[in-house]
């Protein structure tokens, strides 16, 4: 049987600290709302969104041509989840009534028999599930889902489930093996996830069925992409190779993640969700081997994923360049939602550390510290006249845009920060055991042989390493609480009530399991020292041999012109070098800077106007500064690196 721990729900928790409280409470305030006037195109200088709009076409209440991308609609349905998360949080009656008028013109423009999708509505009125390849309606369909039961579970208020419900029946008829029925799956993996939260709460089994149905029929032969287009007169974009869309295999037998990344994670996700369900052990490795093939070989040092350009997706082995790097946004936030999944199922420290890394340094990089502008693409080195004029770096920004043509970042960015409290904690019931994942801030409270018990953690993470923890109950309580020990800490230490508990007698798979009587009042103290580290890439990566990246704890960092002045991929690192790292708050809102020795090459020995010459470079020591990769282009734009040249003199 395979074990699955559950998540503490958001409900229950409240964060509460100097880093992760000021982030939500500014998705809340200030992202939430500017994200609906975007979509309702208020916005000054951001690109045109209308999506607001196609709905109020579909509902028949405009009269109007569609505009947008065919997946408009996803916009608007992750800003719904992340409205419902934040109600989660925290009531609030003004984005409540938003919220449930944006409900009201979804029931408004779902057709009779259930289906729900503007660009078919509007725009293509007869050719619905005639492209499921390319047109992304059971994407667009998962992601209203989603937004669907996070509103339900935030609000209780039953009628975006009920109008969710309605489009899932249509679906659970129109697709199968059963005669009439299309045998064909989505170019976009999402529904595949999103059914299985349907399920979860509706107990509708048809739903499950559904997703098992999507996955399974995957790049079976015949391929489903071939028959569905040789029946199509119009073909809207260039053909691409079934592994874009995960279906050159049957998902059974695949081994390494291809095609377009966010597609890829949404699908491994999905694929994982159905292990649990369905007591399944073999797509349970098969998740554990792609797992092992994007996070040992495909993955950057900040968590992002997908390196290529070209159709946003993964290539082979190793090719992580960091100039040409793409690591969509979306991509991390997928490979975020993929492990939190693998880590309910097995708590192991490998997950939750990619969670960590991917969280820190992958996803925040997407944001600005206002939240009014966003990144899509994640690149780990910027040559900003570079990026002006060479085709491969165009789609490389130097500078966060208010919003996109393809604005499927931003609002999902807002959703996953929004719903962070879901993945610091797990309780696995059979054995009594509370684990933390994160460390984060606040109260959460749980119910314990019948009793409401609370753990309040403190810390001045991810900045400092000592966390306390403190148990409040009515009864004393025997439970476990586990806590996880970064791979990025060498030294942990852990005093309960004072005194020193020896860690390898209780460590497990990277986690610290404390099993005692706790009584109210109770505090452990994990000590986790944060020293400076240079991190070197395996030197199959090409684009890093010979260089090193800094990090300390969780976070990565980086060089900015704004600190270094120009030509940063001059600047050489020894294994020598010592780094201090001292807390600035009046820098990027308050971040912990790294400051060090280093070399550059000496301005008199070469001429600027002799392109090559025979005798050697002479270097001067200088000293350089590294902000927390996630806070750069914060400010005047520039050049920005994270592998650094390594000195070995």
């Not at 509505?121 to 619905?128: D, E, H, L, N």
């Not at 292990?275 to 399944?280: G, L, T």
């Not at 993929?338 to 890394?357: C, G, H, K, T």
């Not at 990566?541 to 800094?550: D, F, I, Q, S, T």
Request: proline share 4%; hydrophobic share 40%.
């Amino acid at each position: 049987m395979i074990k699955h721990l559950q998540a503490i729900p958001i409900k229950n928790i409240t964060i509460d600290d100097s880093f992760w409280a000021k982030r939500q409470t500014l998705i809340r305030e200030t992202v939430i709302p500017y994200q609906w006037e975007a979509m309702n195109d208020t916005i000054p200088d951001a690109e045109p969104s209308h999506t607001v709009e196609n709905f109020r076409i579909a509902a028949g209440e405009l009269k109007a041509d569609y505009y947008g991308q065919v997946f408009q609609d996803s916009d608007l349905a992750k800003w719904l989840e992340a409205a419902g998360y934040a109600l989660s949080i925290k009531r609030d009656e003004k984005l409540e009534a938003i919220a449930d008028g944006v409900i009201d013109l979804l029931g408004r423009a779902q057709q009779a028999d259930g289906y729900l999708n503007t660009y078919f509505t509007v725009a293509k009125p007869g050719k619905k599930w005639t492209n499921l390849r390319d047109d992304h309606e059971l994407y667009c369909a998962g992601h209203l889902i989603e937004a669907a039961v996070a509103y339900y579970e935030a609000t209780g208020k039953r009628k975006v489930i009920d109008i969710m419900s309605r489009y899932a029946d249509h679906m659970v008829d129109v697709f199968g093996r059963k005669p009439g029925q299309i045998r064909g799956y989505d170019g976009h993996p999402e529904i595949e996830l999103a059914l299985v939260r349907l399920y979860r709460v509706t107990g509708k089994i048809g739903y499950l069925e559904l997703s098992r149905f999507f996955v399974d029929e995957r790049g079976q032969v015949p391929y489903f992409f071939d028959i569905e287009e040789a029946g199509r007169t119009e073909h809207r974009v260039a053909r691409r190779n079934a592994d874009y869309f995960q279906a050159h295999l049957p998902v059974r037998a695949q081994k390494t993640a291809e095609g377009h990344s966010v597609r890829a994670l949404y699908l491994f996700s999905g694929v994982t969700d159905l292990a649990v369900e369905y007591n399944d052990s073999e797509l349970l490795e098969v998740s554990k081997e792609l797992w092992r093939n994007v996070t040992r070989k495909r993955m950057y040092v900040t968590g992002g994923v997908g390196s290529n350009e070209y159709w946003e997706s993964f290539t082979i082995d190793y090719d992580l360049p960091n100039d040409r790097a793409y690591t969509e946004t979306c991509a991390a936030i997928s490979l975020m939602f993929w492990a939190s999944r693998m880590l309910q199922i097995e708590a192991d420290r490998e997950y939750a550390d990619v969670m960590e890394r991917v969280l820190y340094n992958g996803i925040l990089s997407g944001i600005s510290l206002d939240g009014k502008s966003y990144f899509y693409v994640n690149p780990l080195e910027v040559w900003p006249s570079a990026c002006d004029v060479r085709e491969d770096l165009r789609s490389v920004s130097k500078t966060r845009q208010a919003w996109f043509g393809c604005a499927c970042c931003p609002p999902n960015i807002a959703r996953l920060i929004a719903s962070l409290g879901q993945y610091i904690y797990s309780y696995n019931e059979s054995e009594q055991e509370w684990f933390v994942h994160l460390y984060i801030g606040g109260q959460a409270h749980q119910s314990i042989d019948g009793q409401r018990v609370q753990l309040t953690q403190q810390s001045n993470y991810p900045w400092e390493g000592h966390i306390y923890f403190t148990v409040a109950a009515e009864q004393p309580a025997e439970f476990t609480i586990a806590l996880r020990l970064p791979g990025w800490c060498k030294d942990a230490m852990l005093k309960v009530n004072g005194e020193s508990v020896a860690l390898s007698s209780m460590t497990h798979k990277g986690y610290a399991k404390i099993k005692r009587v706790w009584l109210s009042g109770d505090r452990i103290e994990l000590i986790l020292p944060m020293a400076v580290e240079k991190v070197r890439s395996n030197p199959k990566v090409r684009e890093n041999v010979g260089k090193l990246a800094l990090q300390r704890g969780p976070i990565v960092f980086c060089l900015e012109e704004a600190d270094n002045g120009e030509h940063l991929r001059d600047i050489r690192v020894s294994a020598a070098s010592e780094f201090t790292a001292r807390y600035d708050d009046g820098l990027l809102e308050g971040v912990v800077v790294l400051n060090g020795g280093a070399w550059r090459t000496d301005e008199a020995s070469y001429d600027d106007d002799r392109l090559y010459q025979t005798d050697p470079f002479k270097s001067t020591p200088v000293q350089i500064k590294a902000i927390p990769y996630f806070a750069w282009a914060n400010r005047k734009p520039g050049e920005m690196l994270v592998w650094l040249h390594e000195n070995y003199l």
